[in-house]
């Protein structure tokens, strides 16, 4: 008789049973006689089949006699291959005891669990519970060894076995599938957010997913990603595959993997989105804002590589790895599929380009537009205006054939822009907590006219408890450090030109229990032929209670005002100067205001340039801003325009009440002068804060002329996907919008007046929309220009200023317009100007062509040629980077490519316009949009 195969199994009593066992999935299940748990049919139905190990669940239940073990050992198969154990039940923690046992018992190697038994998705397994948790292996007669981390055991196992810190909040922790670095002060987010990867995440045997940041926590340095590289072998260095799944802290305008690959010094790989499914079959699902998995990319992973110089522009990453767009269709290039008998798609990063077989103009910029979670970019061509419906009806077909749930977005090629930098100048920021408006009667009177607003606009935000006075300054000195806010984070190093105001000081706060100077309340509106006019002066702040502020209820009596001579004479320690009475406006009424009193508007300043050469920058303005510097630039020496001879001593008519000034009417001509630097409050750069108290004040104040515009710009914005980009509510991208279309209209000429004055009103949180949503719109990148006649002092500020900052919104166009008047052409080189036809208005105030370059765009004066008898005159300017200025101020000169490579590009424009006559003619409101040239303000004639 033959031996059996299996031993006899032994009873005890009644009440005890034999272990019994069934080959359920992949895996050997020993039981009690009575039934399976679910647990163990679930973990026996899930796992991976072992290549060189039997997989023996032991279902434990509620606990087995003691003398269970040997029953185990008999139902177990007689071979020479080791066994890959695991349990379940109450005392699943048994299993290692069980695998030396039987390893001992059986003479077979056995791997069992030193730990918690993590399941994944696929079938993955990891342990994972205290340190050096994980496999472990035992062998007859040695000692037990350490195994792996996970199983199946990809090729990265051994990256990251155990938590382990990287800095004082950010940890990087196994998962089953992937490697996560992730906040630690929020331990129910992080918890929650475990639980969605470990069940999503399969474990890739080649390339490791390593998360970054966890929705709902705060952003991860880069740092804790640095140190968790440098841990890691060149091989487990090429395995990575970075995956943004919560916030990380960028540089400004960065992407990830390009902030990634600079820092490595090597080329980084990430995928855009996380991996779903199984080893086999799994696909990269984009990561929505709350952590949730979406649609599935077409383009599955990008490779950036590091810039050979950290100025120089960054390479556009390279698609690595895709699906194709439908199942049937040919690939007949890289990345690109036949779709019709003129027509390919092409697999881009932002989703589909459905195209021309002939490669059209502006592949590049379309193949850089970055990725958008929440959907697929379906872009068609629209270069060649005759092919531009066939390509948008083929992108449409592609659209309703795309299989599964795709969210599509339909784009025209002209309305994408690449992902460097996308937000441009509008990204800016400054670090201020007043509101955007204040009280400026040359600015009300300014825009009143045109944006119809009261004669009292409420600020958003009430302005901080200050009280103002007014002192005259020597022209000639520099502006030192004065009451506006330190601009911090990003906007550190914007370029902002310092301009020759008057020096502002900040006087000391009274002491406690003495009260604070009464603010004077302004008198009924004066006629404006016996409205004074101010002398040169400047801003004194000093601070004042809120509580404590007195309410203006009687016009406050004059009071002198400290000549030069005699400030210049009294100690340091005599008491500031007292204030001088307002002026009233002409034309706005009476404004009362018990904390800021309404200053009198500033008088034409003769134009005095900064020394720049013998004092550092951030002694000539505001604490915190940085100044670009031409370190070139000659000194000023006796070459100022006419209007401009004022020497420092000079003797200064000095406004009182035993001598008042004259009467003055306006000058016969433009005064030119610098922009001066606004303050936090006058800027229309954004601030750090949502601009929801703007839009409010802009829905309340343009309430009619808001309504009106609304409906047709919510139609365009229906029709152009593109403006609703970026995650905001839609009835602020609505608000934004509809402050553009507002802009573009003639109000907008009002509101870049009242800008380059630098003062606070009612135009900046009308600006600040306008620039919110401009940074929506496609930018431009090449040669702009406009037609201009500048004067004998614009000539000459120009001839002396190597960079010129201006404050408010500037006007070109992409090519010339016949008609449009002036004898010098004046071109820019454009890096980050905003194209406005999706919101140009109808009829004589639209303009074709139009780009706008954002508020603090600073320009570098590249050539100047005054016209001749033969020939027009030229004035070549270049947008500046805020990357081109260091923290001193300076510019680099290691961009002087730059200069060459614009200069080059600009005279190329020139001839070929010169060699075709303009195909557009100038629209009516041309004549007075370009009539300021960048950095200057010629507003004196307005006063």
């Known amino acids: 008789m033959a031996p059996a195969l299996w031993p006899p199994r032994r009873r005890r009593d009644d009440d005890e049973s034999p272990v019994v066992q069934h080959v359920v999935g992949n895996a050997i299940v020993l039981h009690a006689p009575d039934a399976i748990s679910v647990e163990a049919q679930s973990l026996a139905l899930s796992v991976t089949a072992d290549e060189d190990n039997d997989v023996v669940v032991l279902d434990l239940g509620d606990g087995l006699a003691i003398d269970s073990w040997e029953s185990m050992a008999g139902a177990l198969p007689r071979h020479r291959r080791g066994i890959r154990l695991m349990a379940c039940g109450r005392n699943r923690a048994s299993a290692a005891m069980a695998g030396q046992w039987l390893s001992e018992r059986l003479n077979r190697t056995v791997i069992a669990p030193d730990g918690d038994l993590v399941r994944g998705a696929g079938g993955a397994l990891l342990v994972h519970s205290i340190t050096r948790s994980g496999w472990v292996r035992f062998r007859p007669g040695r000692p037990p060894s350490w195994d792996s981390k996970r199983f199946p055991v990809p090729a990265w196992d051994r990256a990251v076995t155990d938590n382990r810190p990287t800095s004082a909040n950010g940890e990087v922790e196994p998962l089953p599938g992937a490697v996560w670095i992730h906040d630690t002060r929020y331990p129910g987010q992080v918890a929650e957010h475990r639980r969605r990867l470990i069940e999503d995440l399969p474990c890739h045997p080649e390339t490791m997913p390593v998360l970054l940041g966890c929705p709902g926590a705060p952003p991860l340095s880069l740092d804790d990603v640095v140190r968790f590289w440098r841990d890691l072998d060149p091989d487990l260095q090429a395995r990575a595959r970075f995956v943004e799944y919560g916030r990380v802290r960028l540089p400004e305008g960065e992407t990830l993997g390009q902030a990634l690959a600079d820092l490595f010094a090597t080329p980084v790989v990430c995928y855009t989105g996380v991996p779903s499914g199984t080893p086999r079959r799994w696909q990269v699902r984009a990561v929505r804002p709350d952590g949730t998995l979406g649609w599935s990319p077409f383009a599955t992973e990008l490779r950036y590589t590091p810039r050979a110089h950290e100025n120089t522009r960054a390479r556009r990453p390279e698609v690595l790895s895709h699906r194709p767009p439908l199942r049937w269709t040919e690939e007949v290039g890289p990345r690109v599929y036949w779709y019709a008998p003129d027509a ?7 989703g589909l380009w459905m195209r021309s077989t002939d490669e059209p103009a502006g592949a590049e910029r379309v193949r850089a537009t970055t990725l958008d979670p929440r959907g697929a970019a379906l872009i068609f061509d629209d270069s060649d205006a005759k092919r531009a419906d066939r390509m948008r009806e083929l992108a449409l077909d592609l ?44 600015t009300t009177a300014l825009i009143l006219a045109d944006l119809k607003l009261p004669a009292v606009a409420p600020p958003p935000v ?5 009280a103002v006075t007014s002192v005259v300054e020597a022209p000639a000195r520099r502006l030192e450090p004065g009451p506006t806010q330190a601009l911090t984070g990003p906007t550190a190093s914007l370029p902002v030109v310092a301009p020759r105001p008057a020096r502002a000081t900040i006087e000391p706060a009274p002491a406690p229990g003495q009260a604070p100077p009464a603010a004077p309340a302004l008198s009924a509106p004066a006629p404006v032929a016996s409205a004074p006019a101010a002398s040169a002066s400047s801003t004194s702040v000093q601070a004042a209670p809120a509580a404590s502020a007195p309410a203006a209820s009687a016009p406050a009596a004059p009071t002198p005002v400290e000549a030069p001579a005699d ?42 340039l900064p020394d720049v050469t013998t004092a550092s920058p951030a002694a000539a303005v505001p604490v915190g801003m940085i100044v670009p510097v031409d370190v070139d630039m000659p000194a000023p020496a006796g070459n100022e325009p006419a209007g401009a001879a004022q020497t420092p001593d000079a003797p ?9 000034p004259a009467p003055t009417a306006p000058p016969a001509s433009t005064v030119v002068r610098v ?38 710009v919510s139609r365009i914005m229906s029709e152009q996907p593109g403006l609703q980009s970026g995650g905001a509510p839609a009835a602020n991208l609505l608000a934004d919008s509809v402050a553009v279309r507002l802009y573009l209209t003639r109000r907008g000429e009002r509101v870049d007046s009242a800008l380059r004055t630098g003062v606070a009103g009612p135009h900046v949180p009308f600006a600040r929309c306008v620039v919110a949503g401009l940074s929506r719109l496609p930018s431009f990148r090449g040669s702009t220009m406009f037609r201009i006649t500048p004067d004998e002092r614009e000539w000459a500020l120009y001839g002396q200023r190597k960079l010129l900052t201006d404050w408010s919104l500037v006007n070109a166009l992409t090519q010339p317009h016949d008609g449009q008047d002036g004898d010098t052409d004046l071109l820019i080189w454009s890096m980050t100007a905003r194209r406005t036809s999706l919101l140009e208005p109808d009829g004589a105030e639209g303009i074709e062509d139009r780009v706008l370059f954002l508020p603090g765009t600073s320009f570098k004066v590249l050539e100047t040629w005054r016209p001749g008898d033969d020939q027009r005159g030229g004035i070549l300017l270049r947008e500046i980077g805020a990357n081109e200025i260091d923290d001193e101020g300076r510019v680099d000169r290691g961009f002087a490519s730059l200069d060459e490579l614009a200069v080059t590009a600009m005279h190329r424009s020139l001839e070929r316009w010169s060699q075709s006559p303009p195909a557009k003619r100038a629209a009516p409101a041309e004549l007075r949009r370009f009539r300021a040239l960048p950095g200057l303000d010629q507003e004196g004639e307005r006063r």
């Open 344 to 350: 390919v798609v092409e697999v881009v990063e932002a």
């Open 399 to 442: 659209g309703d054939r795309l299989p599964g749930p795709t969210p599509r977005t339909l784009l025209a090629a002209s309305m994408v822009s690449p992902g460097v930098r996308t937000g441009g100048r509008a990204d800016a920021t400054i670090d201020h907590a007043a509101g955007p408006a204040g009280d400026s009667e040359r």
């Open 462 to 466: 009430a302005p901080p408890a200050v």
């Open 567 to 608: 400030r210049a004479s009294r100690p340091a320690s005599a008491p500031a100067v007292t204030p001088v009475p307002p002026v009233a406006s002409p034309s706005v009424g009476p404004v009362v205001s018990p904390l800021v009193p309404p200053v009198a508007p500033p008088s034409v300043e003769p134009v005095v």
């Open 652 to 660: 200064e008519e000095t406004p009182s009440p035993a001598n008042p």
């Open 675 to 712: 922009q001066p630097v606004p303050a936090a409050t006058a800027t229309a750069v954004l601030p750090k804060r949502s601009l929801d108290q703007e839009r409010d004040w802009l829905r309340r104040t343009l309430s009619e002329d808001f309504d009106r515009m609304a409906s047709s």
